[in-house]
């Protein structure tokens, strides 16, 4: 079975920086795109960023220049470093991760959500 484990998140004040990490629980994966997703009461679920195998990385507009998405390949995790945050930044952020699954074809995983809180 197959589990996307998130560290990190919390309150801080806006301004500051938050970092958030992301490990699958097996180390035999092939994974593809791994990147963080989030969602804000009543919103729908936005990408953050995500970054390819070979470290290609794309990030939403808002989070450009601020935000920086990495990943370790060999122990399966993807980072999440966040500065200069914002109020509007405040959200439950899910990693994601595209895993090749036993039958063929991607299939996409979620970790259970981190809150990212950040106060005025």
């Known amino acids: 079975q197959v589990q996307l484990v998130e560290s990190g998140g919390g309150l801080v004040q806006a301004g500051g920086s938050l970092s958030l990490s992301c490990t699958a629980s097996?180390?035999?994966?092939?994974?593809?795109?791994m990147g963080w997703y989030r969602q804000a009461p009543g919103k729908q679920r936005d990408l953050v960023a995500r970054?390819?195998?070979?470290?290609?990385?794309v990030y939403a507009d808002s989070v450009k220049d601020r935000f920086t998405v990495s990943r370790d390949n060999a122990k399966k995790t993807v980072y999440l470093q966040m500065s200069s945050l914002k109020p509007e930044d405040t959200a439950v952020y899910y990693c994601?991760?595209?895993?090749?699954?036993?039958?063929?074809?991607?299939?996409?995983?979620w970790g259970q959500g981190t809150q990212v809180t950040v106060s005025s």
């Open positions: 994601n991760a595209d895993i090749l699954s036993l039958g063929g074809g991607w299939k996409a995983y």
């Open positions: 097996r180390s035999d994966l092939n994974i593809n795109y």
């Open positions: 970054i390819s195998r070979s470290g290609n990385a």
